[in-house]
């Protein structure tokens, strides 16, 4: 009796191996894509961050002149070899949407105010690098670098015909989501170019709701989808969280997916997915990319999805020398 329960156990468990095993898979030839946190931009230290930190006073030191969420800093990164990038916008007074992380502006402008609360023409004509130091405010390399550089999510659309964005919501407005459907519904030509939604659940859900084709993904979903996949993946089953999603793996935790690599992002791309591989889980929630090369060693060959990076000038070029 006790060598049919062996048996049992042995067979059930040879099962569940064969049902998530990549051993079975091709991969083919795949060419990883790249995905562009803010474009090509000034990195700074992670350590002790909270909500309020201005990083534009912690950057690191200087080494090229792009400035985060601007059109240079999209071709730059475009350049490196990014197949998406991901921008950050807010809906200001006059409904426009402006291409800008923080959600006041002290800290990286020349201006004052939250940023929503203002008029796009005010915007236009601040220094967005006005703000950025690496020494403590001894020097500030940037200043007047940035001088009406701040762009419309509209100058991005059109700036770049036929490239990827993934747009950030840096609300939970829910007009922010109403205001791009009518934008991408008004100016059809765009919404291919929206590789996804992100950021505030409410503006994310009303556009995946309202426009089906395109992802999203909030961060509840994302630990939704990876805790219920975790308790039932091993079956092959992919939760409704996972679906019409792009779905957030930490490198150092991707080895405990069911399935992981291959099988796991054919599961997903199934299912309407994409899979972006981030820098380690950690302090930092899912903020962190893989930003170094020695970092590459952690992407599956001819992995079938994108590697979240805040240096794609490093790791672009770098990761197409590996796949």
């Not at 023409?121 to 020494?135: E, F, P, S, W």
Request: hydrophobic share 40%; proline share 5%.
């Amino acid at each position: 009796m006790k060598k049919k329960i062996l048996l049992v156990v042995f067979v059930l468990i040879l099962l569940v191996w064969l049902n998530n095993s990549s051993a079975f898979i091709d991969p083919g030839s795949n060419a990883t894509g790249v995905l562009a946190h803010r474009g090509v931009h000034q990195t700074f230290s992670m350590e002790n961050l909270e909500n309020d930190t201005c990083t534009a006073q912690r950057i690191n030191p200087v080494t090229h002149s792009f400035i985060e969420n601007t059109i240079p800093s999209m071709q730059a990164a475009f350049d490196a070899g990014a197949e998406v990038v991901q921008l950050d916008v807010h809906l200001t007074r006059d409904k426009r949407f402006a291409v800008f992380h923080d959600w006041e502006l002290e800290c990286r402008t020349n201006g004052k105010g939250v940023t929503q609360d203002q008029d796009m023409a005010y915007l236009k004509t601040l220094d967005v690098g006005y703000g950025y130091t690496a020494d403590g405010g001894a020097t500030y390399p940037l200043r007047g670098k940035g001088v009406g550089l701040m762009p419309t999510l509209r100058d991005v659309f059109e700036a770049f015909p036929n490239r990827l964005f993934l747009i950030n919501f840096k609300s939970r407005r829910a007009d922010e989501g109403e205001a791009l459907v009518q934008l991408l519904t008004e100016n059809p030509q765009w919404k291919d170019m929206v590789f996804g939604v992100q950021g505030g659940d409410v503006p994310t859900r009303i556009v995946t709701g309202s426009l089906p084709d395109i992802r999203g993904s909030d961060k509840k979903s994302t630990l939704a989808c990876l805790g219920q996949y975790e308790a039932l993946g091993w079956t092959g089953y992919v939760p409704d969280a996972c679906r019409n999603s792009l779905v957030r793996v930490p490198e150092n935790l991707a080895w405990a997916l069911w399935g992981w690599p291959h099988k796991f992002t054919r599961r997903m791309e199934d299912a309407g997915s994409i899979v972006v591989l981030m820098g380690p889980y950690g302090a930092g929630g899912f903020g962190s990319g893989i930003d170094r090369s020695d970092q590459l060693g952690s992407v599956p060959d001819n992995f079938d999805g994108l590697v979240w990076t805040d240096r794609v000038e490093v790791v672009g070029p770098a990761l197409s020398g590996k796949v």
